[in-house]
Antibody, heavy 121, light 107 residues
């Protein structure tokens, strides 16, 4: 059974940093692209970032480019999102999602339960 | 970026009803479209990809059609567990954008 478990969310002040993690199991992690997708409270879905199986190809939404960094550790079956210079508009539930192919534009066939990031002073 | 719109924004229906949701892309996306179901407090779930391919484990009452700019998701006979919000998403060009969602609730 595919499982994706996010962690690392919390309350953070504007301008500060946070690192999210996603632990994957139930599939061959290093065969697939992985993604972060977020959902602001009461709002729709927004793709944030994706990374290819070997970290050779990475993509970011314009809204986070230059502030967020995605990475993965295939030996640990883990995905990460380093979030710097956080803004109030980054407040959202952040989902880790398994991709089917392309790290920059993809379908998401499994999702974690999300970790909540709240940016507020 | 490609803009995705959905109609209606909400629909009230009864168990057993046939429900159709429409998604439109601001430019042609061939068949690079997915549909997701999201229940309150839960993560989205992939239902349909490539416009009409049913994801493994998804009941056959769900079907998708369309290509280019216009797409539909049809639930042939609505079941109690189908009351949820449905999102379309294009996977044709960066960044993969989502529609605003269609809420299906109980009539």
């Amino acid at each position: 059974e595919v499982q994706l478990v996010e962690s690392g969310g919390g309350l953070v002040q504007p301008g500060r940093s946070l690192r999210l993690s996603c632990a994957a199991s139930g599939f061959t992690f290093d065969d697939y692209a992985m993604h972060w997708v977020r959902q602001a409270p009461g709002k729709g879905l927004e793709w944030v970032s994706g990374i290819s199986w070997n970290s050779g190809s990475i993509g970011y939404a314009d809204s986070v480019k230059g502030r967020f960094t995605i990475s993965r550790d295939n030996a640990k079956n883990s995905l990460y999102l380093q979030m710097n210079s956080l803004r109030a508009e980054d407040t959202a539930l952040y989902y880790c999602a398994k991709g089917r192919g392309d790290p920059t534009v993809d379908y998401f066939d499994y999702w974690g339960q999300g970790t909540l990031v709240t940016v507020s002073s | 970026d490609i803009q995705m719109t959905q109609s209606p924004s909400s629909v009230s229906a009864s168990v057993g009803d046939r429900v159709t949701i429409t998604c439109r892309a601001s430019q042609g996306i061939s068949s690079w479209l997915a549909w997701y179901q999201q229940k309150p407090g839960k993560a989205p779930k992939l239902l349909i990809y490539a416009a009409s391919s049913l994801q493994s484990g998804v009941p056959s009452r769900f079907s998708g059609s369309g290509s280019g700019t216009d797409f539909t998701l049809t639930i042939s006979s609505l079941q109690p567990e189908d009351f949820a919000t449905y999102y379309c998403q294009q996977a044709n060009s960066f960044p993969g954008t989502f529609g605003p969602g269609t809420k299906v609730d109980i009539k």
